[in-house]
């Protein structure tokens, strides 16, 4: 296979579902000798700012001489974006290469593994061939039966946890925290966001359990946000006899700043000699992460942001308040039918002057008309336009010079609009 014909069969494997279980890829990492357990690796789960804190993580260790195997999931443009090494994308060589591998083993040993699942192993294999001297690895949904739970995270990362996915982890925020926290395992450290008390109770038992010491955001260490503009933020870190005063991160949004210190306490957890403070500064400083608060284009202005749960547009609307002052907010919003659409369209009627509700081309996707519905409060002009191309026309249309079109409700929806976006500047 050629390397489109190649990424057409992942691409199919997509319907195949997603399966929660580690059979498939426990049987095949055992036949090419469990790569996953030969590099040290960071593992993070939670709810929300997973992929910004690997970020985070990844170039602090780079910025210290590291060479850096990056997973994480979906991608925005390219297939090729969940498989990095110090931040180059996995050559398409690399996966043809190890499609066929994979393919070749799962027929010997009779089993179908998902499109997750592959990615996952492929990740693993690459990162071992390549000799990367530190993994982070990002959960796709959960952890305990996450096909990324097979490798044994030296520090174990938690993000803040709320509901979500909650047909497949559970409705109560107790099952959820149960399912994230099994990737903490004996012989690693625990950093942990501040959560709620029934989500930390169980993050405390399972790190006991497991003798792994627990760092807890607001108790063993503190970020205390000095600055904060669409430009970045500045923020202080203090830890167990550590006080990193005036960090700099270029991405948006409190919750960044956040995400940062949890990176710095990972960081700091390996007790690594190579791992500095300038190296933690600049790498802080360097790190980037696309599709979150994005500014995408002036006048009207436009960002694309990944809000796809309840806590994370929160975050954004919050966000929108306290650094956006435009006349006007457009919003184009794409969302998966799994999501809850009445709490969330609730929340955002209060910071959308407009609404243009589109689809993105997922199976999960929620239909347009059942989102317009759940809009039951709000008052001014909703539109829909099933193709996230033509929502944005339509949102341009409406905007004006000194308006601000909000593209939001998915990756999904964000990665479409980025690449209509991305065409039009290449074109122009």
Request: net charge negative.
């Amino acid at each position: 296979m050629n390397y489109q014909e190649t990424l057409d069969f992942l691409y199919s494997l997509s319907g195949r579902g997603i399966k929660l279980g580690l059979e498939n890829t426990s049987r095949l990492l055992d036949y090419f000798g469990n790569p996953q357990l030969k590099t040290p690796t960071i593992h993070i789960a939670g709810t929300n700012g997973k992929g910004s804190t690997a970020a985070f993580v990844e170039s602090i260790l780079r910025a210290s001489g590291y060479r850096v195997g990056l997973y994480t999931s979906p991608h925005i443009l390219d297939f090729r974006e969940r498989i990095q090494i110090n931040r180059q994308l996995i050559a398409p060589e690399d996966i043809i290469h190890w499609v066929a591998a994979l393919n070749q083993a799962s027929t010997e040993i009779n089993i179908a593994p998902t499109f997750f699942e592959f990615g996952t192993l492929m990740a693993f294999l690459h990162f071992n061939r390549q000799k990367t001297d530190w993994n982070v690895v990002e959960v796709g949904m959960g952890g305990r039966l996450d096909s990324t739970n097979l490798c044994q995270g030296r520090v174990c990362i938690i993000t803040p946890i709320s509901r979500d996915h909650e047909s497949s982890l559970g409705t109560r925020l107790s099952q959820i925290a149960q399912e994230k926290a099994a990737i903490i395992k004996h012989a690693c450290t625990v950093v942990c966001s501040t959560q709620e008390n029934e989500v930390i109770q169980v993050i405390r038992d399972q790190s006991r359990r497991h003798q792994a010491p627990l760092l807890q955001l607001g108790q063993d260490f503190q970020v205390d946000i000095q600055s904060h503009s669409l430009e970045g933020q500045v923020f202080d870190f203090n830890g167990p006899e550590i006080w990193y005063k005036g960090l700099e991160i270029a991405l948006t949004g409190r919750h960044q700043s956040v995400n940062a210190g949890l990176a710095v306490a990972a960081c700091t957890a390996l007790a690594d000699p190579a791992v500095t403070e300038q190296t933690i500064r600049q790498g802080l400083r360097s790190a980037s992460w696309s599709g979150r608060l994005e500014i995408c284009g002036s006048n009207p202005s436009l960002i694309l942001d990944g809000a796809h749960n309840l806590d994370s547009f929160e975050k954004l609307t919050a966000s929108l308040s306290e650094l956006f002052s435009h006349k006007r907010k457009i919003w184009v919003i794409g969302i998966m039918n799994d999501k809850p659409l009445a709490e969330i369209t609730e929340l955002i009627s209060d910071y959308a002057d407009y609404i243009v509700v589109t689809q993105p081309k997922s199976d999960r996707s929620a239909l347009p008309e059942q989102i317009r519905k759940a809009f039951t409060n709000f008052k001014k002009p909703i539109d829909l336009v099933d193709e996230i191309p033509l929502a944005l026309d339509r949102a341009y249309q409406v905007a004006g010079p000194d308006d601000l079109i909000v593209v939001t409700g998915s990756l999904f929806t964000v990665a479409e609009a980025k690449q209509v976006i991305d065409n039009q500047t290449h074109n122009s």
